[in-house]
């Protein structure tokens, strides 16, 4: 096997590799010999086949199939000999046509990893938040769990805002019906804005039963063309008018959330070691944000086409589970074209290989004492943990996904040794928002 390898680009290469024909010639004869000893064909006996019969009946799909095992092999064969790493499948290609008898090439296209340098990461400055969790935040908190579990009663009185109203609407544009301005029995919170302005403030006052018609405007900016801005009618019928009922925290209330002694102070510390744990998520997902973000600042990667493609696939693949069975059915390129994931494929390939080169220098290996204390961590808001953990323990994939967000912990850890830190005390509330970029460093 002869090999020559082309440097088509920075990232591309062209490897030519050379089959001699007496390899090829010997594996495709032995190949024959084996079929020939078992073939059954009229008007022969099974074994008997004259070798001459069989090569012409054979012969052509056996070469083929030798060709394309040999191809295979010998290209991952040449790949190591030149001590390349491809990044993705090559694309296989042969060089002029194949003859009995007759040396064989063929021609593999494929880009390599790019050789990187890390950049010092002492230049590398962020800001760690450190968060704490008020008596204040619990409160709010609770009283979100509470808005969550609200029920609704009815009441023989005039609705007010913040009740709930069961309607009948029928709208009208110029005395004429307008498509999608109609409804029964339809549910209305008053208040929460779901309406045209002036739609919910005009039910205020109304008993069940009771019926009135509502001038009002569309606004200027509404997304329908037909209705933006114009001039309307609304018919509308009461059914129903139901107050708020907002849970009593009581033992029934704490149960629901797993908490069942104790009463209010256990219910309030399990919501705090639940704030806490939210919290201490949000924060080490902002820090890895802003350590990936400054290790992108100084780190410039040629990034192979194939590794974008597949992280494409991979992000439309994760987009397309959500519709469940029916992604069957979904021309998946049309609706989620590569543009949608291009730019955020490109720095997580870009990223991934920026921690991969951390790792092989820093010869960094996965704490296995950390992956542990992470399972329990997540296990610990579950009725059974322990089933959890050894759930966890006994599935090889599960336990890989934990493995590589611990190892990819501990790269993030290294960064934030070697660079800057500041650390900056802020709320609960700041450090769980979504707007990660003002803590950014400098």
Known sequence: MHVSVETVSS????????????HIDAEVD??????????RLDGFRRGKVPMKVVRQRFGTGVRQEVLGELINKAYFEAVQQEKLQPAGMPSIEAKGGEVEGKDFEFIATFEVFPE????????????RLKGDV??????????????????????????????????????????????????????????????????EDGIVGMKPGDEKTLALSFPADYHSEDLKGQAVEFKIKVHHVSEKKLPELDGEFFKRFGVEEGGLEAFRKEVRNNMNREMNTAALNKLKTTVID??????????????????????????????????????????????????????????????????????????AARVRS??????????????????????????SGIENMVLEEQVIDLIINAGKVEDKVVGYEDVIRKDDGEFAGE
């Open 294 to 367: 400054e290790l992108l600042k100084l780190h410039e990667v040629s990034v192979p086409n194939a590794l974008i493609k597949n992280e494409i696939g991979a992000m439309r693949n994760q987009m397309l589970q959500q519709f469940g069975e029916m992604a069957k059915q979904l021309d998946a390129a049309s609706i989620f074209p590569d543009e949608m994931f291009a730019e955020q494929a490109q720095k997580r390939v870009t990223t991934g290989l920026i921690f991969a080169e951390i790792i092989r220098k820093h010869d960094l290996k996965v704490d």
């Open 30 to 39: 032995k190949r024959l010999a084996r079929a020939a000893h078992d073939v």
């Open 374 to 399: 992470k399972i329990e961590e997540m296990a610990s808001v579950y009725n059974s943990p322990q089933e959890v953990i050894q759930h966890y323990l006994g599935n090889k994939q599960l336990l």
């Open 134 to 199: 008020s008596e204040a935040d619990i409160d709010k908190t609770i009283e979100n769990l509470r808005q969550q579990q609200t029920k609704f009663d009815p009441v023989e009185r005039a609705a007010q805002i913040g009740d709930q109203v069961m309607i009948d609407y029928t709208g009208f544009k110029g005395g004429e019906l307008f498509d999608g301005g109609q409804a029964q029995n339809s549910p209305l919170l008053l208040g929460a804005g779901q309406m045209i302005p002036g739609f």
């Open 116 to 127: 990187l340098e890390l950049a010092d990461l002492g230049k590398v400055s962020v800001v």
């Open 11 to 22: 990232l591309e290469r062209r490897m030519t590799v050379g089959l001699p024909a007496d």
